[in-house]
């Protein structure tokens, strides 16, 4: 925006983190749609990738692909190298005990699902419950909801205000009925932007003997996560939302939890002896591992963990927090604009609506804007039942975005108001 | 910005804002329900057909501005028509928003929604009260869905 050379770094510094240099290492960044700069804030959804990442898969097909823990050959014992280094830096980066707490998914859907049908299959029964919150994801709530279907069991829902925190009496509540087999709930919802206060949701559900499943998906890019300190049962989420290759997903689960669990899925690669008559399955976390991984994909993810380290979470969360104290303030300043979901602690996504106008719409002008932003139900369809919305638009912010990215996207809205008067 | 008033046409602008035939027919001799799975969008469409006319037409629902002009557009459309012409304004209008054919005479003032074929993921949006429509003549009891 400024014209003065001598000022041209201002807008691009925040945090004390370098953006030009940050966007620099974004290669998709630098593109033109429909004629505009992208201005890419639909990272909720999915963030982009930096270039460290799309080299180390790069370089892992390139030079030394082969299948892991089975050949004898070099190329086998490179990739199953570079496979569990990632596993230890997962380890590392939410400060597990063990890298057998640590287990390779597809997505935090699947994640989830994993405890679901193994946890879940093995220990509920008729009659028990399971509580969840009311601002979750379909993937923290339909999983739950076949779990109840297949043994009996009910799911019980916390509420939230209208700020969109949750009612913390309610959810306590809800732990008291002494039929709860484990509280599931997330930890920063897409739809609302709410960060949930998990640490004490999970001394609730312990004080009564309840395990707990926290869902990462959103929280995992903005929030330093120690589970050791959080000491719940299980972390799930998503290496896409954190700058990795898609398709990867990772699930945290105690150790002695995930050793009383039975297999998730059968196959190769998680048994120790198979004979017809008997399977002996493999240890930790091998025995959640059915299959061929997604191997360039989870050394992806290592790499990113890396490129995000480097830069440093708490530098990352303060320039989101700022950035996105800057949108609400623009945001609020629109008429008819009304942002859907004001918790107290909140991180780095404003959904809103706008009077008369469907969400939708909203997505197609600003997409000739050049601005990405998501317009729907974010797969939180209680979400929007419980505002009385068929939708809203959302726009997410990542490490790389910038307060003229902000600008550009208010500018683009004016533009959506302007169309409709 | 004018690339948008293509897709956004005054005739679109205001059948979202004033929408026509918005209202329930209270004793249709035909409805359905059409759903758009994407976004939710919801809409509800209801006939009165004697003699294989379409007699009247209504919709009701929350959509995006085409969806909603869209499906008013549709009433007006198909009002008074046989309902035997329904599939083949159907295809016509399908054809319109999804290719770069010309728009034929016979389809009017829903030629006013071509601009839809530039924009592929808002052609479900065009034609979600055209399923619905399609779903009631064939008297589908689940709502009918656009994926």
């Known amino acids: ?421 | 910005m004018n690339d948008l008033r293509d897709l956004y046409q005054e005739v679109i602008l205001d059948h979202n804002k004033r929408p026509r035939n918005f209202r329930i027919l209270p004793q249709p001799t035909h409805h359905a329900d059409g759903v758009n799975p994407l976004c939710g969008d919801r809409i509800s469409v209801f006939l009165d057909i004697e003699d294989g006319i379409i007699r009247d037409i209504a919709f009701q629902g929350a959509g995006c501005a085409i969806s909603s002009a869209s499906a008013s557009l549709m009433t007006e459309a198909l009002k008074g028509k046989p309902v035997a012409e329904v599939e083949h304004l159907f295809e016509a209008f399908h054809n319109v928003v999804t290719t770069d054919c010309e728009c034929p005479r016979g389809l009017g003032k829903l030629g006013v929604l071509a601009g839809v074929r530039d924009y592929p993921s808002r052609v479900k949006c065009a034609t979600l009260a055209w399923h619905a429509v399609r779903a009631a003549l064939e008297r589908h009891a689940e709502p009918v869905a656009t994926e």
């Open chain 1, 1 to 421: 925006m400024s014209a003065s050379p001598t000022l041209a770094i201002a807008p691009t510094a925040s945090a004390g983190l370098d953006l030009a240099r940050i966007r620099a290492e974004f290669p998709i960044l630098r593109q033109r749609v429909h004629g505009k700069p992208l201005v890419y804030l639909d990272n909720a959804a999915s963030a982009q990738r930096p270039k460290a990442v799309i080299d180390a898969i790069s370089e892992c097909y390139s030079t030394y692909y082969a299948n892991i823990h089975r050949g004898v050959h070099l190329l086998s014992e490179r990739s199953t190298a570079a496979y569990e280094g990632a596993r230890e830096k997962v380890r590392a980066f939410l400060n597990a005990a063990s890298v057998q707490e640590i287990i390779f998914t597809r997505n935090t859907t699947e994640s989830i699902n994993l405890v679901a049908s193994s946890f879940g299959g093995s220990t509920v029964k008729t009659g028990d419950e399971i509580v969840i919150t009311g601002m979750e994801h379909h993937s923290n709530i339909v999983p739950w909801q076949l779990l109840c279907e297949r043994t009996g069991a009910r799911l019980k829902v916390a509420p939230f205000t209208d700020a969109g925190e949750l009612i913390l009496d309610e959810y306590e509540r809800l732990l008291d009925s002494g039929r709860v087999k484990l509280a599931a709930f997330v930890h920063l919802s897409n739809a609302l932007g709410t960060l949930n206060p998990v640490q004490r949701m999970i001394e609730l559900a312990h004080a009564r003997g309840i395990p707990t499943l926290v869902d990462g998906a959103q929280s995992i890019p903005h929030v330093a996560v120690d589970v050791r300190a959080l000491d719940c049962e299980f972390y799930a989420f998503s290496s896409h939302k954190i700058y990795g290759p898609s398709g990867v997903g990772v699930l945290y689960g105690k150790q002695a939890l995930l050793e009383a669990m039975p297999p998730y899925q059968g196959g190769g690669d998680m048994i120790r002896l198979v004979t017809f008559e008997k399977t002996e399955y493999a240890d930790l976390p091998n025995k959640f591992e059915a299959g061929t991984p997604n191997i360039a994909g989870v050394i992806g993810l290592g790499a990113a963990l890396d490129w995000v380290n480097a830069i440093g979470l708490d530098a990352v969360a303060a320039h989101e927090h700022e950035l996105l104290d800057y949108a609400t303030a623009q945001l609020q300043e629109i008429p008819g604009l009304k942002i859907m979901g004001t918790a107290r602690d909140k991180a780095a996504l404003a959904a809103f609506t706008i009077q008369g106008i469907h969400p939708h719409d909203i997505g197609t002008i600003l997409d000739r804007e050049g601005v990405a932003i998501r317009a729907g139900h974010h797969c939180a369809q209680p979400v929007m039942q419980r505002y009385g919305v068929p939708a809203t638009a959302r726009a997410s912010f990542a490490v790389y975005n910038t307060r003229d990215e902000v600008d550009a996207l208010v500018k683009a809205l004016w533009k959506v108001k302007e169309l409709f008067e």
